[in-house]
């Protein structure tokens, strides 16, 4: 069966270990290109129909309420099914230690059964932390493969580490 890359990135104003700088594509983005290449999985990006600001400090006060919200933003587009995949690698920063709340609009939205999702996040130091148990409490049903962490800032230099983990079995 197929695979498909289900990823959330932000481009604009980002945070690279203690400065701001402007990306045109962001860095989740970026790890997921670079997984497609090696995998040929489709890819699928998940997009909020009200997009975050593209400012940086407005961009986390937002996202921040949301997350305290617990809200489920609205997505632009859903893929109409997920029956031609049975493995997802599923792409996010880390937000506080969570998974964007967009991304939680997206796990919700299916029938995880006998799928298995594969994840990764970009961060600036907080790795995973914890967002494995997120996922899978979200998505029921699913497998959920050992996940891989990327330092946003260095994800156009992480292409070994990347290949390592995403032609593992």
Known sequence: MAKL?????????????????RVAVGNTEKAAKQIAALTGAD???????????E????????????????????????P???????EIYLGYPNYWGDLPMAVYTFLE????TGKTIRPFCTHEGSGLSGTEQKIAQAAKGA????????????????????KRWAMAR
């Open 5 to 21: 890359i289900a990823f959330y990135s932000r481009a604009g104003e980002n945070y690279f270990g203690g400065q701001y700088r």
């Open 43 to 53: 890819l699928f990006k998940i997009q909020q129909k009200v997009p975050y600001a």
């Open 55 to 78: 400012d940086y400090e407005t961009c986390i006060r937002q996202a921040k309420a949301d997350q305290q919200a617990k809200a489920r933003p609205e997505l632009e587009a859903l």
């Open 109 to 112: 939205a299916f029938d995880w």
């Open 143 to 162: 497998e959920i493969a050992p996940g891989l962490a990327i330092l946003g800032s260095r994800v156009e230099e992480a292409g070994k580490e990347i």
């Open 80 to 86: 109409d099914s997920l029956a031609g995949y049975d």
